[in-house]
C-alpha cells in the first residue's frame, strides 16, 4: 500500500518525465519507483533517477531518513530490464549498466542518513539486490525475494554479493542456484528483512521506524552508519579496536557530550546535528 502526501511536502522534478516519484517530509525522502509498465525494472533510467534523488542535498542536516519504496504494484522491482541486457545491445551497454547499478548500490551506503526500504510484492534480481543493500527493510507479508538471474542464462552476481551479506552462506547459495523465492517470512528469518506487517499495517511500521531515526542525533547516525559499514568487512579485534577509537570520537562530538548530559540530568536531549 503507497499514498502520496499531498500538502506540506517538497516535491522534486525534472525537465524530463522520471521514473520515480520524490517527495520530502518532516525529514523523510520518499523515493518511490514509478514503472508498472516494465515492473519497476532498474533500467539505466530509473537507476539513474534513484541516483538522483538519492544524493540530492545529502548535507541538508533538515534530511534525516530515505524511504525506497514502489508504487502499488505486485511487484516492488523486477530487476534490470533485460532488454539493455540483450546481446545487440553490445558490451559498451553491459557494463554501463553494472557501473551505474554500482554507483547506486556504493551511494546507499555511503548516504549519511539511513535508507529504509519499504516492500509490498515481490523484489526480484537486482530488484533483491537494491533492498538487500538498504540498512534496514521493512515488508508486507505478501512480499517475497528472489534472484532467478540463472533461469534466463544470467546468474545473479551482482545482487548475491548484496544478498550474501545479509544471509547465511547456504541460504545465499539457495537463493542464488535455484531461483527459487523466499516468503517475506523465510526472508525475516534468515535476516534479509528487518521486519514483516501485514499489508495496512506497512506505512504505520514504516512512519515508526522514521519517528524513531529522526529522534537521534543526524551527526551521530551518520557517524555510527558510516562505521557500522567499515567494521563489516573488518577481523573481530581489528573492528573492536576501530570501534572503541570511533565512540572515544563521538564522545568528544557536541552531540555526544549532549546526549549524555542530558542522560544524567534526566531531560531530553538538544540535538545540533
Known sequence: MFRIFTSNFRHFSSARSKLTLCTEKDGV???????????????????RDILEDLTRNLEDKSLRVIVLSAVE?????????LKELAPDMGEEVHKEVFRVANELMMAMIDAPVPIVGKVDGLAAAAGCQLIANCDMVVCSSRSSFST?????????????????????RMKAAQMLFTGLPVSAQEALSCGLVSSVVPQEDLDAEIERICQAISSKSRSVIALGKKFFHQQMEMGTKEAFVAAGNVMVRNLAEPDG?????SFVEKRKPIWKH
Open 257 to 261: 557530550q549532549e546526549g549524555v548530559k
Open 148 to 168: 532467478p538471474g540463472a533461469a534466463f542464462g544470467v546468474f545473479c552476481s551482482s545482487p548475491g554479493v548484496a544478498v550474501a551479506r545479509k544471509v547465511s
Open 29 to 47: 525522502r520518499n523515493i518511490v519507483l514509478n514503472n508498472p509498465k516494465t515492473r519497476n525494472s532498474l533500467s539505466l533510467e530509473m537507476m
Open 73 to 81: 504494484s505486485p511487484v516492488f522491482s523486477a530487476g534490470h530490464n
